[in-house]
């Protein structure tokens, strides 16, 4: 699993915002580097992953932790995604104490790029 999520991806859907709030500043995107470690953006939210990768009922699976800034405000939350049948990554990013959102997602680029 660790290898087959390595790599970025492009954020092309969420549940509560639509593509435009997702670019807000840049491109939506979660990177995952082969260390387990990675990043994320999306709308004004910026962060760093912690990843954790495991099998649940026969499902590969990746569980991250991530913290970082929502325009100069401290965020933090978990996630947690698979890969479909077609390559997307898919899962739910939590915001602590906030809100949480499904998503969807496309492999872009492969390692540490």
Known sequence: MKQAVVGRW??????LWDQAALDLVEP???????????LLAFIAVSGTVDCRFERVDG??????SWEGDD?????SGRGRASLSDDG?????????????????????GVGAD
Do not use: N, Y
């Open 10 to 15: 492009r954020i092309s859907g969420m549940e």
């Open 28 to 38: 939506a995107f979660i990177k995952i580097d082969p260390s387990g470690t990675g």
């Open 59 to 64: 499902v590969d699976v990746v569980e991250f």
């Open 71 to 75: 325009e100069g405000t401290a965020v």
């Open 88 to 108: 997307e990554m898919q899962g739910r990013i939590f915001f602590h104490l906030g809100d949480d959102s499904w998503f969807v997602a496309r492999r872009v």
